[in-house]
């Protein structure tokens, strides 16, 4: 993995959060941020799937630096 490959990636992966970031905020404005709604636990569920990505990018990265091509 090239660094311009992690920096695309890496930069997908912080859109999406910003993306839920908003939409987990409006729930929380209407008092509906709760375990007990479906649509809040899709989107926390989806949180913890883009924080797997993160890592597993970051450990892809340091693979490449680490073992050469």
Do not use: H, W
């Amino acid at each position: 993995m090239t660094l311009d490959e992690y920096t695309e990636a890496a930069k997908a992966i912080y859109t999406e959060q910003q993306s839920l970031a908003q939409s987990i905020s409006q729930l929380a404005l209407s008092a509906k941020a709760s375990p007990t709604n479906p649509e809040f636990l899709a989107l926390m569920t989806r949180q913890a799937g883009l924080v797997q990505q993160v890592a597993k990018l970051n450990t892809e990265l340091m693979l490449g630096i680490m073992t050469p091509k």
